[in-house]
């Protein structure tokens, strides 16, 4: 869901996205550090398996209680160990589809302010405008 690229990785933007609409926003060096933690094969981006591993080092007790990577374990409700790969995606596809629909909701709030403002601005414009052509009257 948040593999914006549909490149089968999640890179730096795309971790700052997901952190965000998880409720646990965190900063452009912590989300470096996050990649950083877990990234085996040093490329600067989570592969299926590096996301899995943060949670096992969170099980294992091996992530600091300040990380994002702890927060990120914290937010979750499954264990791996318990459910396996397949149940643990099957949780994450379900937790970021809810946080989609929520988002939806979002975005027509969104749109709704959106329309508000653009009905504001015509309406000053218009009211600009009627003063223009008043003052040539006034003259």
Do not use: C, W
């Not at 702890?70 to 397949?86: M, N, Y």
């Amino acid at each position: 869901r948040y593999d914006a690229g549909k490149d089968g990785f999640i890179d730096l933007m795309e971790l700052k996205l997901m952190m965000e609409k998880l409720g646990a926003p965190q900063t452009h060096l912590g989300l470096k550090n996050m990649i950083k933690e877990v990234d085996e094969d040093l490329d600067s981006k989570l592969s299926f398996r590096e996301f899995l591993l943060i949670f096992r080092k969170a099980a294992a007790g091996e992530l600091q209680e300040d990380s994002g990577l702890h927060a990120l374990a914290r937010l979750s409700e499954i264990d791996v160990s318990t459910e396996g790969v397949k149940g643990a995606k099957n949780f994450f596809e379900a937790k970021a589809q809810a946080i989609n629909e929520a988002s939806r909701f979002e975005e027509e709030i969104k749109a709704e302010q959106e329309e508000k403002k653009k009905q504001a601005e015509e309406l000053k414009q218009r009211k600009a405008a009627f003063k223009e052509l008043q003052s040539t009257f006034t003259q």
